[in-house]
DNA sequence: CTGATTTTTTAACGAAGTTTGCACAAAAAA
DNA sequence: TTTTTTGTGCAAACTTCGTTAAAAAATCAG
């Protein structure tokens, strides 16, 4: 198999250096720059098959760094943005960026993206999408922000079926409400934890008597979980 | 219970008496700098839980202040600023900064940036891997919050799964009730150590008859064991 | 842009579950 | 026996949870 290479650019040295340390672990080749410029030369000397771009950059910012990368390809871009920037997900999208990430990065969680996103690219039926979380009579798509209960398609809002999928996502395992609001609602979300209870509610209301092989468990004094049955 | 302790470093009188009024009414413990030395001394001194700090400040200015903290320590730093003043949100960030407001402060919007830093801080850490305690018959989950018995899960409150963890994870170690209380509860825990003695009689009656190599030992006037027999 | 509709958030309150303090009984050492 | 330590039952205090209703915000259609 051929390795594959990724580009991160990113001044932050403490987690460039932690990125690169836990994709080489992971088999990857990785090569880092530390500024706009510097990131655009790597990228054509090195020829990367993934881009992995903070917007925060000396010289020459994310954005820039990241138009510049479109006029010549249209190799995949993954896009990092500290808290507290203003960061537009529209403008991500409409530059031509595949995914965004918020800080602080989770290595699990951008591996996870990164083999996301090649998978996307690679694959050339935009169709085929792996991003569907199944279980018995349910499943749960976040790029077609759609859910199936039986087969048939439900109604659902759109932080409904986020929190579904998170939780489906990470089944079995608990997660308090603060960490929800952090993966779900995002990081710099400023709100009333019980807002959980109440979209956890009405998940269950829409999944409710859908299977009795999976259920929405509360955990006392903790948190909630979506618990696989045995 | 919500024992947080917040340092504020403000000069102006005002503000940070009405910041104190109502942090206090909403459960937190909070102490007031006036001056930039003045917050160092006290930030060492009374070891808050998260910072308030002004950039105007006599003496020594909140850029200082920041970077001195951040020498010793990353407990969250939420900046203040002045509308007008100069102000540059990327210093901020990377002096460590973890939030800003600009004035005119208001409480309610503290207050949610208060709990959204410290949530952010928290779940940090919890990415561990699922550390699974295993003994014959039984199974100890922190990630999942479950307990396992002969393969069956069993409902069980958290404190005494807490308990049944920590005893379990370092079996044939003998604990006083003092030891326990702070480390299941808590070293700030103020409480009466009968406390332990009761949840391990209630652990002691979910387990009942569950293995016959280990059991949860009493030391007599010294504390209890999770022993390993054989 | 405006008003209607949907979604999300907040607030409140009763219900359910947990933890704790206390009193006293039982057990172990002295 | 006396003293000390531990076990247990119970009720009170406390936390957390589910639900509802209403306010606020976002979205959509015209």
Redesign the interface.
Known sequence: MMDTKILVIEDEIALSDAIKTHFESEGYDVKVAFDGPEGITFFKMYDPDIIILDI?LPKKDGWQVCREIRENSSKPIIITS???DVFDKVLGLELGADDYMVK?I?N?ELSARVKAVLRRCQSQTPQADDEVIRFENIEVSLQKYELKLRGRSVDIPPKELELLYFLASNY???F?R??L??KVWG?????DSRTVDVHIKRLREKLEGTSEKWVIKT????GY?FELLG
Do not use: A, E
């Open positions: 925060t500290i808290k507290g602080p989770d699990k079995n395992r608990v308090t603060d960490q609001l952090d990081f710099d979300y400023l709100g955990v006392w004094g903790v979980k």
